[in-house]
Nanobody, 124 residues
């Protein structure tokens, strides 16, 4: 079983940057795709970004394309999400997730393991 822990959230002004981190409890290079999702109050959980197990492929939601970058370091069991040019509509709880499906899916139903989430708040 994979345990995931997110960190790095906080309060930032619009136009600012944050880097979220996800640390896994075991080797995620054993075939797990990794992704970030987010959920704002009163809204469904939505896909943000995903990366294949070997980092060969990445996929982004249109709303974050060009602003967010997902990467991974399997040796360090670390999956960061670099967020730049943040907007108030990026405010949400951000979750890290792991999936055995390939290519990396965008639906949360395919992800078996989830972290507890980290809050990101972007002020106008």
């Amino acid at each position: 079983q994979v345990q995931l822990v997110e960190s790095g959230g906080g309060l930032v002004q619009a136009g600012g940057s944050l880097r979220l981190s996800c640390t896994a409890s075991q080797d995620t290079n054993r075939g797990y795709a990794m992704a970030w999702f987010r959920q704002a109050p009163g809204k469904e959980r939505e896909f943000v970004a995903a990366i294949s197990w070997n980092a060969a492929a990445t996929h982004y939601a249109d709303s974050v394309k060009g602003r967010f970058t997902i990467s991974r370091d399997n040796a360090k069991k670390w999956i960061p999400l670099q967020m730049t040019n943040l907007k108030p509509e990026d405010t949400a709880i951000y979750y890290c997730a792991a999936s055995a499906a390939h290519p990396p899916p965008t639906s949360p139903k395919w992800y078996s393991y989830w972290g507890q989430g980290t809050q990101v708040t972007v002020s106008p």
